[in-house]
């Protein structure tokens, strides 16, 4: 994707943009592209960091910069590192605005960080270029010279597949978790199994993102037919014969619903039944960072360049749900990407909450579909039951469970299951097997969450009656709420 990463620098040096902010974390590359870009303006360029100026104090070394650049001398280039952190100081802030307000001619300035918080002051007078990862063919390039450097050779298919699961990394990153990977496969090539897992190390530190490692295949979800359903009409929705067929790759769902009815479990088991990646976005820990914007761009750069990849984020409301001006305009940038993104990244969020969702995100446009996840009917319930009787090696149809689910009416799912293990722990603790009667007597001590939040659930079940498809159709549902 060479051409992804120099693509946007070129275009708006080119344009005559003073200012360019560009968020990368491979400062090395991004040297490279501009002062070939330099070349093709034929204006020479300049690389400064800090190191350059021993001994003085930061923010006035680049004032100092900003003024020679400003006063001195013809057409050139001048990219910065390292000031990011004084963007915000009087001094450089200052600098920056009078770079442009001098407007030089064929003078431009391009400053280089990792993650970019702009101060409202300079907002009209930078561009913030968020550049993207490299692709799985430059990680495959670097894969093979890292692999070289351990005198090892691989053959091309290995190493596309090496490329392809280090896809998310940046060059330096990639190259160290292949050295790791190489150590864990006992100094051969690693498989991309082994590489996958050395990359989960990475995400493990990556600000607001992890690589969800559980696999839940669908048969561990009881019920949510429409779901299913729907899920199954786009079963080959990420491959290249639907691209050729002219298909847009799926866009995003919310699964909004009453808490405990498998919406993370289903988030989870959406990225199996695609066979897709996924990551899950931490927006409590972005929101709550400190350059929340920045992080945020930092893991959609990060989700695209893994792309097709399911990024989840759940309970979605929690995260943009407070008035904050900061949590506003987060997700104002959040809704853009997701009515404007190209890459095929599969959005799946949930929200337990009507009150708290953001109006903004439920929208046309915004997500495929919106599935409104209910209380389980008894049919649900006794596949929920069974399900997770299998989970803990018992035969379920040793047990009653048509009896078990007309005696656990608004119970959740994940009710259901805590009756299970409550029914085992009780007959472990009498030192027999478990026994029907353990089910029913766990059931009948259980007070669903649903009898305390009736009201609750009435408000989300109205709000869903015209802006949700049910999970689940079931016309003769049993329901307890309905007048
Ligand atoms: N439909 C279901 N099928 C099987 N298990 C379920 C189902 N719904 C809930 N559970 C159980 O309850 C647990 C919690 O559900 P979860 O997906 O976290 O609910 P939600 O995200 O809707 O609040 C799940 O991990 C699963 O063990
Ligand atoms: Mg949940």
Redesign the pocket.
């Known amino acids: 994707m060479a051409d992804a990463f120099d693509g946007p620098v070129r275009e708006v040096l080119h344009a005559g943009c003073p200012v360019v902010c560009c968020e990368t974390h491979e400062e090395p590359r991004l040297v490279a592209a501009v002062a070939a870009i330099a070349r093709e303006l034929g204006v020479p360029f300049r690389a400064w960091s800090l190191l350059d100026a021993p001994g003085i104090r930061p923010a006035e070394a680049v004032a100092s910069e900003l003024r020679t650049l400003r006063e001195a001398g013809g057409p050139q280039v001048l990219l910065l590192a390292d000031v990011h952190s004084f963007l915000e100081q009087p001094t450089v802030a200052r600098a920056i605005r009078a770079f442009v307000a001098a407007a030089p001619a064929g003078r431009r300035l391009i400053l280089v960080a990792p993650l970019f918080r702009v101060p409202a002051e300079l907002e009209h007078d930078v561009v913030v270029l968020s550049l993207p990862l490299p692709d799985p063919a430059v990680l495959a390039t670097v894969a093979g010279e890292a692999l070289a450097g351990l005198k090892l050779a691989a053959e091309p298919a290995q190493l596309a597949a090496v490329g392809d699961a280090l896809r998310g990394l940046t060059l330096a990153e990639a190259r160290w978790v292949v050295r790791k990977a190489v150590r864990s496969a006992g100094g051969a090539v690693p498989p991309a199994a082994v590489v996958l897992r050395e990359k989960g190390w990475r995400f493990g530190r990556a600000e607001g993102m992890e690589i969800v490692a559980d696999d839940v295949p669908f048969d ?5 037919d429409e779901l299913k359903r729907w899920l199954d009409e786009r079963k080959a929705a990420f491959s290249r014969g639907a691209r050729d067929f002219g298909l847009p790759p799926p866009r995003g769902l919310l699964l909004m ?1 009453v ?7 289903a988030a989870k088991a959406i990225a199996h039944f695609w066979g897709l990646p996924e990551v899950r976005l931490d927006l409590g820990l972005i929101v709550g960072h400190e350059y929340p914007e920045a992080v945020l761009r930092q893991a959609i750069r990060i989700a695209e360049a893994m792309a097709p990849v399911v990024l989840w984020v759940d309970e979605i409301e929690k995260g943009f749900g407070t008035d904050a001006a900061d949590a506003r305009r987060l997700l104002g940038g959040f809704v853009t990407w997701l009515q404007e993104k190209r890459e095929p990244v599969f959005v799946v969020a ?1 929200a ?1 909450e009507v009150e708290a969702l953001p109006p903004e995100l439920p929208r046309k446009g915004r997500f495929d579909e919106i599935f409104f ?1 209910d209380l ?1 009917n008894v049919r ?1 319930r006794t596949e ?1 039951a069974r ?2 009787l299998a989970a803990h090696g018992r035969d379920p149809e040793k047990f009653g469970l048509e009896a078990l689910a007309r005696k656990t009416e608004r119970f ?3 009710e259901l ?1 805590q009756v299970v293990l409550s029914a085992l722990y009780a007959a472990f603790s009498a030192g027999r097997e478990l026994a029907n009667a353990d089910l029913l007597a766990a059931a009948h001590e259980t007070v669903p969450l649903a009898t305390t939040y009736e009201d609750r659930i009435k408000a989300l079940r109205e709000w869903a009656r015209t802006r949700a498809r049910p999970a689940t159709l079931d016309r003769r549902k049993l329901d307890a709420f309905k007048k």
């Open positions: 561990r979800v009881g019920g949510l619903g808490q405990g009815c498998g919406k993370s479990l949930t337990n996840f389980p649900e929920i399900i997770h959740s799912g994940s299951e």
